[in-house]
């Protein structure tokens, strides 16, 4: 694919030699564009120029052969083209409809048809509208996105799957719930700062999506974003990991830089920062204190301009009461804090998130929610959160034998009451009053066989508590007869 976007012949007929602006145009374009480039190229005088289509092909051939996932040549891509048409944001949005609002200008993208056609939008400040020209760049760049999706849905990406459009800015937060909600907003105003930034979450939450989100939304976004696992790097090797070591330290020992170097003028992120130990905090915390590192075996400081955010499944303020955090790093890092809620938290989520991750493998294998299967994950706890979701799903994407997501393609684990409740009615083909008869003994068993608590539990009178446990004793007595 590379090497024919490269072909000299196509690259020759994307040339101009027009002195004047770029006039970059769709490449379907019409007899009359087609007649304006042919006498643009006969202006004589002034460099050759190359066109905008030109220049977005280059932009996406050179992505691809250096970074070779097409996701991350899209994002280069759109922030390229927010930079050539001086827009305050360029994205690709499914939900787009081409309806003419303040400060948008949008082009539908070609290629295969999708189930919402995508669209190129670009949101210009108000002070400064979208010209003749940057309308033109959008155009082309409309163009070589239809490309560019194509390439992702050829590596077996769904591009833009669920990534519903959203004037936060912080799309990939999938959820819709009050609690995501407070979080994206907290994202966008942490982001606008170069503050230290703490994120405190169960496991599984989704704690570097975070922090992923800050750097993107963050001045430093074309800066690098290192992340760092603290718990799993070894004691005796944190300080070489973190600030580098200088060559010829010791025999066979190559120079190389830290984690910190590496995040210059970016972002570095310092995942379970509460399993470094006594002596690693000591270290971290004067690095942080004087934003400069000294290498293993150097005898010089070196400055470094880098925004660290750290995260912890553990309250750091618990471990310092606890003496296993040290006070004076704990307030460095603790300037500004973000705390992600557990999914059993953001219950109206699971579901949303759980189309997300089936619409991620549709190109595998199309898969939809059943009824049965999306009230057994909403009355789920999650205890591995969101990461565990994702687990569940890809389970049931691999295991399932029709369209549809069936309880019997969730773990047992994941079923609970299911499995003891639903389960056995829907194999016994129960009545309404058999099922409910069984539900209701399960809650006065959990209620310790108090009746009036478990009537109070499920909303009914203890009369007609009386007339559940009597029709599964009557049951229960015709199967023993019979």
């Given at each position: ?252 020992v190559r120079g190389r830089r830290g984690k910190f170097e590496h995040a210059h003028e970016g972002t570095l992120f310092l995942d379970e920062v509460s399993d470094l130990s006594p002596a690693a905090q000591a270290k971290l915390l004067r690095a942080i204190q ?147 008869s069984r539900y209701a003994r399960l809650v006065l068993e959990r209620c310790g066989n108090n009746k009036r608590q478990a009537c109070r539990q499920l909303g009914i009178s203890y009369h007609t508590l009386q007339g559940y446990l009597r029709f599964g004793s ?9």
């Amino acid at each position: 694919m590379t090497r024919v976007l490269r072909d000299e012949r196509l690259a020759s007929r994307l040339i101009t030699r027009s002195g004047h602006h770029l006039q970059g145009e769709p490449v379907a374009s019409s007899s009359r564009s087609s007649s304006s480039s042919a006498s643009a190229s006969t202006t004589v005088g002034g460099p050759p120029k190359r066109c905008a289509t030109a220049l977005l092909l280059e932009t996406l051939t050179t992505g691809l052969a250096a970074v070779r996932e097409p996701r991350l040549v899209r994002e280069r891509f759109e922030e390229e083209l927010r930079a050539l048409v001086r827009a305050s944001s360029v994205t690709f949005r499914q939900d787009g409809d081409g309806r003419q609002r303040p400060n948008v200008v949008s082009y539908e993208v070609p290629g295969s048809p999708f189930d919402d056609r995508p669209w190129l939008e670009a949101v210009f400040d108000p002070s400064r509208p979208a010209d003749d020209r940057a309308r033109q760049m959008l155009a082309a760049g409309a163009q070589v996105a239809g490309l560019l999706l194509e390439i992702e849905r050829a590596n077996g990406r769904w591009p833009l799957a669920c990534a519903r459009g959203r004037s936060d800015g912080a799309a990939p937060l999938i959820g819709s719930s009050l609690a995501i909600r407070t979080v994206r907003d907290r994202i966008e105003r942490v982001a606008a700062t170069d503050f230290t930034v703490l994120i405190e979450g169960e496991s599984g939450t989704g704690k570097e999506l975070v922090a992923r989100q800050i750097h993107a939304l963050s001045r430093r976004r074309r800066a690098p974003f290192i992340a760092v696992n603290c718990a799993a790097i070894v004691e005796t090797l944190i300080e070489a990991e973190l600030f580098g070591i200088e060559e010829r330290t010791a025999t066979g020992v190559r120079g190389r830089r830290g984690k910190f170097e590496h995040a210059h003028e970016g972002t570095l992120f310092l995942d379970e920062v509460s399993d470094l130990s006594p002596a690693a905090q000591a270290k971290l915390l004067r690095a942080i204190q004087d934003l400069s590192v000294e290498r293993v075996g150097g005898c010089g400081a070196r400055r470094v301009d880098t925004r660290i955010i750290v995260a912890s499944n553990r309250s750091l303020a618990m471990l310092v009461e606890q003496g296993r955090f040290r006070l004076d790093l704990y307030y460095r890092l603790n300037g500004v804090d973000v705390q992600v809620p557990p999914l059993r938290h953001r219950r109206d989520d699971v579901v949303e998130l759980a189309t997300y991750f089936l619409e991620r493998h549709r190109t595998f294998r199309p898969l939809s929610l059943s009824t049965a299967a999306t009230d057994a994950l909403l009355a789920y706890d999650w205890p591995g959160n969101v990461r565990e979701l994702e687990r569940v799903i890809e389970r049931a994407v691999a295991l399932a034998g029709g369209p549809f997501l069936e309880l019997d393609d969730l773990p047992p684990v994941l079923l609970g009451d299911y499995a003891e409740v639903v389960l056995p009615a829907l194999h016994d083909r129960s009545s309404m009053r058999a099922w409910g008869s069984r539900y209701a003994r399960l809650v006065l068993e959990r209620c310790g066989n108090n009746k009036r608590q478990a009537c109070r539990q499920l909303g009914i009178s203890y009369h007609t508590l009386q007339g559940y446990l009597r029709f599964g004793s009557e049951k229960a007595d015709a199967r023993a007869t019979g």
